[in-house]
């Protein structure tokens, strides 16, 4: 348990809000709200099953085994992203997508892995 989780189950249970010997079946021992055995992280008030889930934060905050909350589509292509089993190649850019035609724009817009040749730069005049 975090100093932070203890400090709060402490001042919680001098509170009155949690009991220090809770009744099996019921106890909350962090006091967020979930009962210890629906809560992945019964010692931290913070890791729950509602709780939010920043990403990249290396912890899983609600308890669905994976750091932050998974987005399969952000940038709203209709073509998910690789986390969720599609094969769009860059979820934050709706021009690149499987099936899009090239756009002379120097992207891989239908995502097949490769530029056209005739729109890369080499020599990166413009």
């Known amino acids: 348990m975090t100093r932070l989780a203890r400090l709060i189950a402490l001042a919680l249970v001098a509170a009155g ?3 220090a010997c809770p009744q099996a079946g019921i106890s909350d021992f962090d006091g967020d709200g979930v ?3 629906d809560d992945c992280g019964p010692e931290d008030p913070f890791v729950n099953p ?8 290396g912890v899983d905050q609600n308890c669905d085994g994976v750091d932050g909350v998974l987005v399969c ?3 709203e292509d209709n073509s998910l992203s690789p986390a969720c089993g599609g094969e769009d190649c860059n979820d934050l850019d709706d ?3 499987p099936g899009l035609p090239e756009a002379c724009d120097g992207k891989d817009n239908d995502c097949d892995g490769v ?3 005739d729109e890369l730069d080499a ?4």
């Open 17 to 19: 809000t949690l009991s």
């Open 95 to 97: 021009t690149e997508a």
């Open 115 to 117: 530029v056209p040749i």
């Open 35 to 37: 009962r210890d055995v």
């Open 50 to 57: 509602d709780a939010d889930d920043p990403l990249g934060d």
């Open 73 to 75: 589509d952000a940038d």
């Open 123 to 126: 020599d990166g005049d413009g």
